[in-house]
């Protein structure tokens, strides 16, 4: 009889039974097996209730880990994102503030109508270029002064008039999106100008009696 039971123990191989408490796979805590019919259930001691609750805890733990890597790992991402355009915009303005002398000679070779030729079309390719690019001129005669955008060289006074206004244009602007590279250089008028037409002075007129007075 003996012999038969080893015969049939080597037949069917070893037996393997995972104890393991927590899944390798789900990465849960297992429940612990059913007993099997006609087996009396066995009341969990306190070291298993201690163990569970051990690991339970310590999954909380590493779950916690892995969700503040992954929020320090988004906000570096979008960090990295942020400063990558910041750059980008820097020195593309860099480039188009160098460009800025260039376009003004094309532009007062517009206005003496001396545009022409391949000289032309070498401005117009470079004018269309840096407008790809984002590049904006502002500053046209007759639009309210507004000292973000405007650099007053002139200043009068005139009745045609009722806010500060660019009345003439010197130099154009020039900007990329919200960044301002070169104001533009204007003429400023203020209204008012009936209220400052000079009058002669009646001091200066008493002084210059008495002078000729002594005089005689």
Do not use: C
Not at 12 to 21: A, F, H, L, T
Not at 45 to 68: F, G, H, I, M, N
């Amino acid at each position: 009889m003996t012999e038969r039971r080893d015969d049939a123990e080597e037949r069917e191989g070893p037996v393997i039974r995972d104890k393991r408490r927590i899944d390798p796979k789900t990465g849960e805590v297992r429940e612990p097996a059913e007993p099997a019919p006609g087996s009396s259930p066995s009341a969990p001691t306190a070291a298993d209730s201690d163990e569970t609750a051990d690991l339970r805890k310590q999954l909380a733990e590493r779950t916690a880990d892995l969700q503040r890597l992954q929020a320090e790992y988004s906000n570096y991402r979008k960090r990295v994102d942020r400063d990558r355009v910041i750059v980008r915009e820097q020195a593309l303005a860099n480039v188009l503030t160098e460009l800025l002398p260039v376009l003004d000679d094309i532009g007062r070779a517009r206005e003496n109508d001396e545009l022409n030729g391949g000289f032309k079309q070498v401005a117009e390719s470079l004018e269309g270029t840096v407008s790809k690019l984002g590049l904006q001129s502002f500053g046209t005669p007759g639009e309210p002064f507004d000292p973000n955008v405007h650099e007053a060289l002139m200043h009068s006074y005139s009745a045609d008039v009722t806010e500060p206004t660019a009345v003439q244009i010197l130099q154009r602007g020039y900007g990329i999106g919200e960044r301002v590279l070169r104001p533009a250089r204007v003429a400023v008028a203020e209204p008012g100008g009936e209220a400052e037409s000079e009058e002669p002075d009646a001091s200066e007129d008493t002084e210059a009696e008495a002078k000729a007075a002594d005089e005689d």
